[in-house]
């Protein structure tokens, strides 16, 4: 039976996933809650990991040991770093890596991997998620996502990255949640919708669009689990 477990980084970014559960229980460990129960004939378990890579990695891991897992799907919020990439859009993982980390280390120190790639299965998933939907005020696009210990607000910052990891979205929990899940051998798939364009203006942006996003992302993630139900 598909054991699904959903991490979001904020409270606001799996709420419309929490109402639509039937919660049987809620268990805590290391300052994180997990509520356990049902989402139509599946097991559901549906948690924030608070904000940045070491909060992700530390409840991802948690997750893994403390529950049976068979899939892993982060929710959530990001800044767009690609001029297609428009505000309330959606990105689908195809990989994730972290913009605040060197490169050569990825590739030289444990786990050895440049980029942690996202479940091929779950990421078509997502695309046929989207397209049930038929919504025509926003579009999905699939690719890089990057992660770093804090929120992209400024343009020469946001060039410098764009430079180097040619992503489409910036976040602070994804590639931590990939790093764990993908050490651990479990499928993950990495969700997004925009709140802001990652520049100078990103903070007004962020509080105008913060709540849509995160509403747009967590129902993408309430279609996949449709998909995975039918």
């Known amino acids: 039976m598909k054991a699904i477990r959903i991490i979001g980084a904020m409270s606001i970014e799996i709420k419309m996933i929490r109402d639509r559960m039937v919660v049987g229980s809620k268990k805590q460990y290391a300052g994180f809650t997990f509520y356990q129960g049902k989402y139509k004939d599946l097991n559901i378990v549906l948690t924030t990991c608070g904000v940045g890579k070491v909060n992700a990695s530390s409840c991802t891991q948690i997750l893994i040991d403390r529950f049976n897992v068979t899939e892993i799907i982060n929710t959530g919020i990001a800044g767009s770093l690609n001029e297609k990439v428009k505000l309330l859009d959606i990105v689908i993982s195809d990989n994730v890596t972290y913009h605040d980390v060197r490169q050569e280390q ?20 997502a695309v046929k998620a989207y397209e049930r939907t038929l919504h025509d005020s926003y579009n999905y696009h699939v690719g890089r996502i990057v992660s770093g210990d804090g929120f992209i607000c400024d343009d020469d910052m946001k060039r410098g990255i764009v430079e180097i990891y040619n992503p489409h979205c910036v976040e602070m929990e994804g590639a931590a949640i990939g790093h764990v899940a993908e050490i651990n051998e479990v499928p993950f798939i990495i969700i997004r919708s925009i709140s802001d364009n990652a ?6 942006n962020y509080e105008e669009f913060e709540e849509l996003a995160a509403n747009n992302s967590a129902r993408l993630v309430l279609n996949i689990l449709d998909e995975i139900s039918s």
């Open 106 to 125: 990825m590739k030289t120190c444990f786990p050895f991997k440049e980029f942690f790639t996202a479940s091929e299965q779950l990421k078509n998933l």
């Open 199 to 204: 520049d100078n203006n990103a903070p007004v």
